[in-house]
């Protein structure tokens, strides 16, 4: 079965610290995966996009991780902020009925403490 | 000022009532997107339509109708026989030859 799981479901730091999110995927054929920041009562906003050949990526201070063969994902907040607060979703992409399909996680949501 | 809209940012609906959600984008993307949002799970397609007047049912179309009469709209009906419409509700477009979605601000539907 094509399925994203997240963990964990929800985390709370305080501002300054460090924290990674955790994605596995079952998707197969697996093309790429994509971590998006989803503000309170927003729409989605993508971060960053993980292809197969890709290890690791950084966006400011986001970095996400991947490992094909075991098919996990991470993402990394460095020196998290108070508008890091939001929930972290990762998506993969599965090709079917002749068009992408995207596979959504239920998502980690995060709060950043003062 | 350009991107996807969607209003209202809050709707209500009463029982037997259908409700229409709007969604229009000015970015000139062909395929466009409903998803509903609930609490602890993962966003799950509704409809989603690639070119003007074609559209396709997602995985929990029931209850739900849409149109595509133009490029840049693509309405969102929640109809009576949608028994539990309580949700987040998101519209997203792409653009051709690219997978990323694009997501407008989302509407909350309750029912009264």
């Known amino acids: 079965k094509n399925q994203v799981e997240q963990s964990p479901q929800s985390l709370i730091i305080l501002e300054g610290k460090n924290c990674t999110l955790q994605c596995n995927y079952t998707v197969s054929p697996f093309s790429n995966l994509r971590w998006y920041k989803q503000d309170t009562g927003r729409g989605p906003v993508s971060l960053t996009i993980m292809t197969f050949s890709e290890n690791t990526k950084s966006n400011g201070r986001y970095t996400a991780t991947l490992d094909a063969d075991t098919k996990q994902s991470s993402l990394h907040i460095t020196a998290s902020q108070l508008s890091d607060s939001a929930s972290y979703i990762c998506v993969v992409p599965l090709f079917s009925g002749g068009y992408n399909k995207l596979i959504f996680g239920a998502g980690t949501r995060l709060a950043v403490h003062p | 000022d350009g991107g996807i809209t969607q209003s209202p940012k809050y709707l209500f609906r009463k029982e037997g009532q259908n409700v229409t959600l709007s969604c229009e984008q000015n970015?000139?993307?062909?395929?466009m997107y409903w998803y509903r949002q609930d609490p602890g799970q993962g966003l799950r397609l509704i409809y989603y339509?690639?070119?003007?007047?074609?559209?396709q049912k997602g995985d929990i179309a029931e209850g739900y109708s849409v149109s595509r009469e133009k490029k840049e709209s693509f309405p969102l009906t929640v109809t009576s026989a949608q028994k539990n419409p309580t949700a987040f509700y998101l519209c997203a477009s792409r653009p051709e030859r690219q997978e990323t979605q694009y997501f407008g601000p989302g509407t909350r539907l309750l029912v009264l």
């Open positions: 970015l000139n993307h062909d395929a």
């Open positions: 339509s690639q070119i003007v007047n074609d559209f």
